[in-house]
Structure formats: C-alpha cells, structure tokens
Nanobody, 123 residues
C-alpha cells in the first residue's frame, strides 16, 4: 500500500492550494481516507476525513468552511481543497488510509500514511 501526497507549496495568506493523495497497492474504494497535519513543535492533528463513497465528511473546527475534502475512486485519488489559507495552516500535511469504511478523527484508526507535503502560508 502506497500513498503519495502532493500539491503543497508556498502561498500567501488568503490564497488557495489543492493537495492530492494518490493511492496504489490496495482496493482504494473500500477504505475511508483522511488528512492530518503537523506543524513544527506540535503534535499531528486531524484535518478532515471522507468515507468510502465520499458521502460522509468531517472537518476539524479550525478548517471547517475553508477546506473541502473529496475523492475520486476511479482515479484512486483523494483531494484537499484549501481556501482562505491562514498562517496557522502552515504544516506538513499527511494523507492516510483508514482501517474501515467511515474513518475517524483519531490517528490510531489509520494504518497507512503518505510521506507528507509541506504547506507554508506567508503573510
């Protein structure tokens, strides 16, 4: 199982980025997926999750209304559209595959992780 996150970069506050997570080596469509992030000196935190069909999503309060998680099972890819970015969104963003079909905000419910992509928001 491999997860490859991409799309990070440097963006000004108020700007947008779209992260992608390409998966291989497993049946993509039968597992929920999630995004987490880790800022320097902080613990990894939940950002968003999406169920197997994309019909159920959950967001951290800090990103609700600004970020949109989605998936394209035909392309084995998950996305995170990040709008109205803030300085505090600066972090390494990780995609992860859940152990089940709904996913969770708890990192322990994910058993495969991508390598991370850096998002830096500047003023």
């Amino acid at each position: 199982v491999q997860l490859q996150a991409s799309g990070g970069g440097l963006v000004q506050a108020g700007g947008s980025l779209r992260l992608s997570c390409a998966a291989s080596g497993h049946t993509f469509s039968v597992y929920a997926l999630g995004w987490f992030r880790q800022a320097p000196g902080k613990e990894r935190e939940f950002v968003a999750r999406v169920s197997v069909t994309g019909g159920a999503t959950e967001y951290a309060d800090s990103v609700k209304g600004r970020f949109i998680i989605s998936r394209d099972n035909a392309k084995n890819t998950m996305y995170l559209q990040m709008n109205s970015l803030k300085l505090e969104d600066t972090a390494v963003y990780y995609c992860a595959r859940s152990k089940g079909v709904l996913g969770s905000s708890r990192s322990g419910e994910y058993n495969y992780w991508g390598q991370g992509t850096q998002v830096t928001v500047s003023s």
